[in-house]
């Protein structure tokens, strides 16, 4: 496939040139959006819907019980619709498990420790949830030492055991960045149930990220190749092979006659992240600039037709206080920035500014 018209067809998969009616449309076609930064994460679901949503727009997604964010895949946290959490873990969960299992000896956390922390946890998450630090106290109260990550340890375990999730916003003063941790039995009104649910994940895969392959579902899944491969035949009569290893929908979303040609991606977005290799969006010699660094992180980038031209960055006081977002435009690569609009580039970032604000 030609370059333009894989990158092309990324970006209608991802919702950027075909933005979908609703925030959570737009979360229930890329199945899962990685969000270990909330803020991004929200902000993912935003720029890939009509018409501008805020930040309050998608919070309420999150408050009405439609999104939930949970550790799906790879150990880290995803933003889902509610209604798939329980069968993306049926699939996930046990790979999961063994990912972390050395972790796990090493901070204390076994069966009877788990089985504790539920025993205390949810009679008192009933009723509405608890936040992070409250669960921590709770924690402390029975004689389980939360620090050194074994906290978020425990949850993430109760978390791929189907108990808990992350649903309500908390809200704040200015930019929210937490919600209550709550149980699925109580939060989540209404569970899919496919009759596949491994040929499943790898279809929404592709409707949503598409044109992409088995080594790149493997990546984004956190499934290991074979089993991927056997999640690729058990879809097959549901995906398009356009040639060898390359796999789209049969349907895809329509694109829009005005949609910008320049996007301000968030940190971790899966429009980068999401692939084995990075190259087709990125030229090579950027690649370490945007990452994942030494400490993880990954970092916003700028899109034009497809194409990173650079990475920008923000204040975390972003909106209560004016400080714009900052672009660092790439002088080298796959499209040369310098041909981009300026009046393109700000219009980007402001979309973020009002994002924000809203």
Known sequence: MKSETLLSERLRAHRLTAP???????????????SQDFTAGRWALAVRTRGEPGLRAVDRAFDRGDLVRAWTMRGTLHTVPARDLGWILEVTAHRQRQQAASRHRDLGIDDEMVAAAA???????????????????????????????????????????????????????????????????????EHAHPDDALAELFVRYI??????????????????????????????????????????????PRRSARVPSVHALGAFDEYYISYADRTTVCAPEHLATIGPGKNGMVRPVLLADGVVIGVWGHSTSA??????????????????????????????????????AG
């Open 20 to 34: 979908a009616r609703t925030v959570s449309e737009a979360a229930g076609h890329l199945l899962a959006v990685q």
């Open 119 to 189: 025993r205390t946890l949810t009679p008192a998450l009933r009723d509405g949830g608890l936040t992070r630090a409250e669960v921590f106290t709770l924690l402390e109260g029975i004689g389980i030492d939360p620090t050194g990550q074994r906290g978020i340890h425990l949850l993430f375990t109760l978390t791929i055991d189907g108990l808990i999730c992350q649903g309500p916003v908390v809200a704040r003063d200015g930019v929210a960045r937490e919600q209550r941790f709550v149980l699925v039995d109580e939060h989540i009104r």
């Open 207 to 252: 409707a949503g990220h598409g044109p992409a392959g088995v080594a790149d579902f493997a990546w984004w899944s956190g499934l290991p190749l074979g089993l991927s491969r056997q999640a690729a035949e058990r879809a097959a009569a549901r995906v398009v092979e356009v040639e060898s290893g390359l796999f789209v929908a049969e349907t895809r």
């Open 319 to 356: 909106g209560r206080r004016a400080e714009s977002p900052v672009p660092e435009l790439f002088g080298t690569g796959l499209v040369g920035a310098e041909s981009v609009p300026e009046e393109a580039l700000a219009n980007a970032l402001g979309r973020y500014t009002r994002f924000l």
